[in-house]
Structures are given as structure tokens and as C-alpha cells.
């Protein structure tokens, strides 16, 4: 599957639960017409995956497609506590969407995560007006931190605490003619450290973070059909409207002329 495709899938829940069972726990053998998402948070279980034994522990993340013969047992005296959750995965069309994870993973244990677990669980319990779109905002939420861990190459929850202020810094000041010594100010950091610092957390140069933060904008005020690409380019800070329009094309693959207010390139 393309993260691409992930981007556009809708996740809908069908089953909630925080498992904090005794060490007699166990799940009986099924297939599951469901995507099976368990994230453990103490103790250990061994569960059986289309007959593959597959022992879980504090910090593993259990990905269970939809189709799977599964079952489970708890193997811990002190019983196995997990937040599990049953899904199905669509795209926008409606076709069914396949999660990118392994079957198991160790992510560890983040108290980020676990917060955002207890407010889907204090909704999926409490089941007010509007609930289901907050349960699926929350799940989403977490999805995207399970990718960030495992699938993407940046994390940004792990970004140094002087990176993500100069991060915030960039995208409320982008129009701005912005420098790295002007961001380094603002964060009070030594440029040539700042710029090393940044490299290092985004994997970006500052001065393509913030090409990328001014190329989004512009292409977006370019799909809203109510300026011409030199409004573009002046509002998202690029004085040179050649520079604008190369790099605008390398980036995105088209010329910033070709796209009209519907998306769609003109004709």
C-alpha cells in the first residue's frame, strides 16, 4: 500500500476497549471480518495468528489485517493490559484500504499516546452528540503517530523543543524575508548551530523548509483562483517571481500558470 493511499483512508470503529484482564484472559479462535489494532501497555499474551504463535509485550504494537484467524491467551501472572481497537479502513471511494504496519512492532511506550487513547476512550464510553466523528478524530490522531514511529523517516513529536519554535517561528512569518539568522534570533541560537540542529531533526536546510512551508501556501492561494502568480509569489515571500515560478515547478511539477482555481491544470 501507498502512504498516499493512507492519506485519503476514512477509518470507522467498530470495537473500543481498554483490556485490563486477569491472568486467565484469553480470546477464542475466529476470523475476524475487522482490522484488529492492540497496543500493549503491560504484561504479555501469546496470541495465534493464522496458527503462527506470536508472544506480545509492554511497548508492541499488533497490527491484525482484516481475514485473519486470531486468538489469544494471557501468559502473565499479573495480568495484560492492552488498548485495542477493531476497524475497517475505506478510501474516499469506498474501497477498502489496507493499514501499511508489520503484524508487530515495538514502539515503546509514549504517554502521548496513552493520553490520546483515554480521551477516545472517555468519548467511545460516553457516546455524546457528535461522537463518532470524535472518535474517528482521535483514532486518526493516533494512527498518525503509529506511522510517524514506524513508517515516516521524520518524527516530528521527538523534534528538539528549539526546532519546533523555530518551526512555529517560519510558518507565522514565511511572507516575511526570512533568514536563518533572523529565525536563529528568535529562538536564541548561534545561526550555523541552529541551521546544523535543523538539518539534523527535519532533515530539511532551513532555507528548503522554508521554501516548502512558502511553495504549499502559494499553491494553495493558486487553487483558490483569486490572485495571478505574481500576487502569489510576492504574498508567500518570493521577491523574484522567476525564481518563484522554477522552483515552484521543481517542486511540484508543473509551472504555478498551469493551475487553476479547480485544481486542475489549464488548458
Not at 503484524?103 to 461522537?131: A, C, F, Q, T
Not at 545561526?191 to 530539511?204: M, N, Q, R
Not at 487553487?223 to 517571481?241: L, M, P, W
Request: glycine share 4%; net charge neutral; with cysteine.
Amino acid at each position: 500500500m501507498q502512504l498516499d493511499d493512507f492519506n485519503n483512508a476514512i477509518p470507522t470503529l467498530d470495537y473500543f476497549n481498554f483490556r485490563s484482564n486477569t491472568s486467565n484472559w484469553r480470546i477464542e479462535p475466529s476470523t475476524i471480518d475487522f482490522i484488529d489494532l492492540s497496543y500493549v501497555v503491560k504484561g504479555q499474551a501469546t496470541y495465534t495468528i493464522n496458527q503462527e504463535k506470536i508472544k506480545v509485550a509492554e511497548g508492541d504494537l499488533l497490527c491484525i489485517p482484516k481475514g485473519t484467524m486470531r486468538s489469544a491467551v494471557s501468559c502473565d501472572p499479573t495480568g495484560f493490559e492492552c488498548y485495542a481497537t477493531n476497524f475497517y479502513l475505506q478510501s474516499l471511494t469506498g474501497e477498502e484500504v489496507e493499514m501499511p504496519l508489520p503484524l508487530l512492532s515495538n514502539v515503546g511506550l509514549h504517554g502521548d499516546i496513552m493520553s490520546r487513547y483515554k480521551m477516545l476512550s472517555e468519548v467511545w464510553l460516553s457516546r455524546p452528540p457528535g461522537y463518532a466523528m470524535r472518535t474517528r478524530a482521535h483514532f486518526m490522531l493516533i494512527l498518525q503517530r503509529f506511522l510517524a514511529l514506524l513508517i515516516y523517516e521524520v518524527n516530528i513529536y521527538n523534534y528538539d523543543p528549539r526546532v519546533k519554535k523555530a518551526i512555529s517561528f517560519i510558518t507565522a512569518n514565511y511572507a516575511e524575508p526570512l533568514t536563518i539568522s533572523t529565525v536563529a534570533d528568535a529562538v536564541s541560537l548561534n545561526p550555523i548551530y541552529l541551521g546544523a540542529l535543523f538539518k539534523k531533526e527535519t532533515h530539511y536546510t532551513f532555507r528548503d523548509y522554508l521554501n516548502t512551508v512558502r511553495l504549499n501556501q502559494a499553491e494553495d492561494m493558486l487553487r483558490s483562483g483569486k490572485y495571478n502568480v505574481t500576487e502569489v509569489a510576492q504574498h508567500c515571500g518570493f521577491a523574484d517571481i522567476f525564481y518563484f515560478s522554477r522552483i515552484f515547478k521543481k517542486h511540484k511539477g508543473i509551472p504555478p500558470s498551469a493551475i487553476n482555481s479547480k485544481g486542475d491544470l489549464n488548458k
